[in-house]
DNA sequence: GATGAATGAGAGTTCATTCAT
DNA sequence: AATGAATGAACTCTCATTCAT
């Protein structure tokens, strides 16, 4: 219960300030919970900021996993993919700016590396669905890894500038898949 | 000469450790001169990330602009656009990740202004030989700003994984311009 | 019975740790009770401390004198005295660490208060033998409770470095009797 | 400048209070500075205490020996050792107080082992003059690297108490000297 | 009688900034 | 123009203490 209080608190001050602006102070004060009850449930900033963005990582890996396993056709499952991803831009903005944000600087080693170890292990996956598509012959060949990052780029840029103009999600994910798809020349 | 100095270790300090995690005995040491100079250059922190952002930006920007004025098909630039932001990945790593990242945690209302202003500066930019594409007939219609900031953010993202695993650039020039124009999908 | 488990675990970590830098939390944990456990029988850390060595200079002030109380001569008693504080020594090395070193520090004035007491006890009661002797002629008169307080700072210092060279104990008792008694000037 | 009205304050107030109930705070305070000039000076608390501990004990090692070096028999050198040493405890009680307390409790390892280190030395000088002493034929031979330590311990205590009851310096260095040398028995 | 999650005041430390030189 | 000793507000983290169970 304090837990998900501090979790949720922390999500939204380290997604708007980053890591090192953001005050444990405050996300105790957004939490509403004293500020040694964060040291009481994390080892130290650094320990809260990888279990948010561990946890939110694994969170999405699931929900899309979940979602994606429905899907009958290769081709379902990319266009899926793109959707989805764009889906929890929409949803979570706060913990996809978070997860997608570099946020080295202030922390230490151990966490950074839980950090990189999660986000490694969604890139993977997605990485994992780009090379059934190309096995399929549905894709072109190439960087599976270096695709499957850069897509993740590409939509989370997209929707940011899309959100700030206010559009809506369903034309900016036929959009988005159209490009990613089919290129940006003209058929 | 100091001056050149200052921003040259701050491009360095700041892409490393980020605005907030970065300090200015640092930037000091490494530019070789005392702390105070700093703040005889600059007005503070805050003022000295801006100016070196701002004037990486201007920078990059005038140096495309340069190359792809010998372009004289939109072709040409639309192709000259990938490789040489690329390029700049490749040239001058440390600053395009401090322009690409988002800093904003602890950047005074000012400087975040002027970063972001710089920032839009160079999207627009690429969003309007975008515009010349799709004018063209070249380039699928759609939204060029959120296009441009999309791939500007595919390219960052695929030249890092690349570099990451010391991929040569051409390859990565080749594929990531078949990836954007021509998509995904196999032709 | 969780009472003595807490004196005893509080013995051995107050002693190494000295009482600021020793935790409540290590305390319960050595003594294998709940953290609320300590306060359900201790008023506070201070009080905790205050019990620890006022019964503990109380243990070794009844020990000594019940076997002093077989000596018939003082002279016997004063040898005995010397014996009996350096096994005190090094039977309970770390209360005895605990007695002698200071800790006013952090502990609250009540607490400081009942520790001086038990301290000042023991000393005149040393003090009162050591005037026994006096009157009797065997010993130098002088300043009864100056020598008491010194000699026993004497003997655990003269202990400390014996037993970290691993010099047996009668050894020690006889070479402190010689210093104490006859000096250091050769007879 | 500062430097010595930091040492000069963290004398008082470590010596007073301990280690670990000292406060930054309160060190800046009286030494009349911000709080910041005790890290620019000194890396850590640790570091300030075992930088005042250290120099504390050289400087009255100096002392010692320098007023030690015009003594011209061994007796001279033994009979000024007590005095000396008492008269340190009268004039600086604060620092004799500071060097004699066991404060191992909060210092990081680096600082605890200089504080030992000096400490160590300081003991050894004291315990060379003993070997001179018993080579001479006038000491008793014995562990002189104990009853250094032991002699230091009894004076520091036989000074405090005698200093708390008001007792005139002179008055005990002679019957300190008395005890010391001639032992407690009467001649 | 015993627990341990929760607390919050206060600790040591950092660092952007200033200013006399 | 350039310096660096000095600053103090703000930070992360600790830990004795409480109280509902």
């Known amino acids: 219960m304090v837990r998900d209080q501090i979790i949720s608190a922390a999500v939204r001050i380290f997604s708007r300030q980053g890591f090192d602006a953001a005050g444990m102070d405050e996300i105790a004060q957004v939490a509403g919970v004293a500020k040694g009850s964060l040291y009481y449930n994390f080892r130290s900033k650094s320990d809260l ?5 561990t946890e939110g990582i694994d969170d999405l890996h699931r929900q899309i996993e979940r979602i994606l396993s429905r899907s009958s056709t290769v081709r379902q499952v990319l266009d899926g993919l793109v959707r989805e991803n764009l889906q929890a ?3 979570y903005p706060e913990l996809v700016d978070l997860i997608m944000r570099d946020q080295s600087g ?3 080693a151990a966490a950074a590396d839980r950090v990189r170890q999660a986000r490694e292990t969604y890139v993977q996956y ?3 669905l780009l090379e ?3 096995r399929d012959g549905l894709l072109r060949r190439g960087d599976s890894l270096g695709m499957a990052g ?6 989370h840029a997209f929707s940011r500038a899309g959100r700030a103009r206010g559009r809506n ?9 159209d490009l990613i798809m089919g ?3 003209r058929p």
């Open 49 to 53: 900021f990888a279990a948010v963005v």
């Open 89 to 91: 831009c929409q949803d």
């Open 106 to 108: 202030g922390l230490d």
């Open 126 to 128: 997605i990485a994992g």
């Open 132 to 134: 059934d598509g190309m």
């Open 150 to 155: 850069a897509y993740l780029a590409f939509l």
């Open 169 to 177: 999600l369903s034309d900016m994910a036929a959009e988005a898949a």
């Open 183 to 185: 290129g940006l020349c």
